[in-house]
């Protein structure tokens, strides 16, 4: 199995955010371990600043959700370090706990094998985190903390959160997607969320929801979904290469065989067009850098580079 705990936070002013992950990884037969995970992604530069640091003791101390080695997260904030970025962080939530899940009960069910929620889909963040000698205050970032679990992951799923935007500041939208394969077969996508706007939470999709249209690739997507009362959400998302990363994750079950590959733009552009029954009744939320659009898939050849984690080695002198 493995579990995460992830953090997402974004400049109000400018292409700069952060993302930050917690995960326990209990392969069969051994020892559970964790790893932190740290992206800087920032508009002037080339590529995102990624690291990754594994093998290290994982707990559940009381008053924190995991600690990881010495960096932590629990419900007021976070903190810890991988290679030379840290992280001081803490957290006011600014919307109720978001589970994706329709009810409670599919928590419990064997499918989707993982689960997903979000303990704080919007919160206003404070604090610092640096790289190097350089460090970065936070004061009235706005993002999210994600949790999720399971045993295995999805064939193909997405992953999109959206904040920051210029019609409606305190306006979120959080969904979880994805294609399950049964028996052989890859099943169509299924989408789990939410969307608050105009003061109003709205669920997404649902289990057995028609009418969700997908059109993904690593740097765009477009997307139709429908929203509870007969409303429906038209999405467009693209990540710019220079604030794309690329990982590597390991499938929980065989964690040195099979693998999918993941790109991940926590500041990317969004345009979401909500439209409800009624005359008139069609909103527009815009955002220049403060959506999340992440893709897991099989596939090699989407042309995002994959980071390994690791500073740069030092030149030999």
């Known amino acids: 199995m493995y579990e995460s705990w992830y953090v997402r936070l974004v ?26 995970w740290f992206t800087l992604f920032e508009g ?28 932590a997260i629990g419900p007021a904030g976070l903190h810890g370090q991988c ?14 706990v978001l589970f994706h899940l329709p009810r409670p009960r599919f928590y419990e069910l064997p499918l989707p094998k993982t689960k997903p929620i979000s303990p704080v889909p919007l919160g206003g963040f404070s604090g610092s985190f640096r790289v190097g000698d350089r460090e970065i205050g936070v004061d009235g970032w706005h993002g999210m903390v994600g949790h999720n679990w399971g045993s295995e992951h999805a064939e193909r799923w997405i992953w999109l959160h959206g904040s920051g935007f210029a019609e409606d500041p305190e306006a979120w ?10 028996a052989g077969r890859l099943l169509p996508w299924v989408a789990n969320g ?27 997507l477009e997307a139709g979904l429908p929203v509870a009362g007969k409303g429906y959400l038209e999405l467009e998302i693209d990540s710019p290469p220079n ?50 659009y992440e893709l897991g898939m099989t596939e090699t050849d989407h042309g995002v580079p994959i980071a ?7 030149p030999e002198k």
């Open 243 to 292: 604030l794309t990363v690329g990982w590597r994750y390991g499938d929980p079950a065989d964690p040195e065989g099979e693998f999918h590959e993941v790109a991940n733009c926590s500041a990317a552009r969004m345009t979401a067009r909500l439209t409800m029954p009624g005359p008139n009744n069609e909103s527009v939320l815009t955002t220049a850098h403060g959506a999340v």
């Open 194 to 220: 939410a969307v608050h706007q105009a003061g109003e939470i709205r669920r997404i999709g649902g289990l057995f929801a028609p009418g969700v249209e997908v059109n993904e690739t690593a740097s765009r």
């Open 173 to 182: 939208i959080d969904v979880a997607m994805g294609r399950i394969r049964v």
């Open 44 to 71: 002037e530069a080339e590529r995102p600043l990624a690291r990754r640091e594994a093998g290290q003791p994982a707990s559940s101390p009381p008053g924190e959700w995991v600690r990881i080695g010495d960096s």
């Open 83 to 96: 290679f030379e970025a840290g992280w001081n962080l803490r957290f006011r939530p600014r919307a109720p």
């Open 11 to 36: 400049s109000p002013d400018e292409p700069l955010a952060v993302w930050i992950r917690y995960t326990i990884d209990k392969a069969p037969g051994r020892e559970a371990t964790g790893t932190t």
């Open 308 to 314: 390994d984690g690791f500073p740069p080695k030092a």
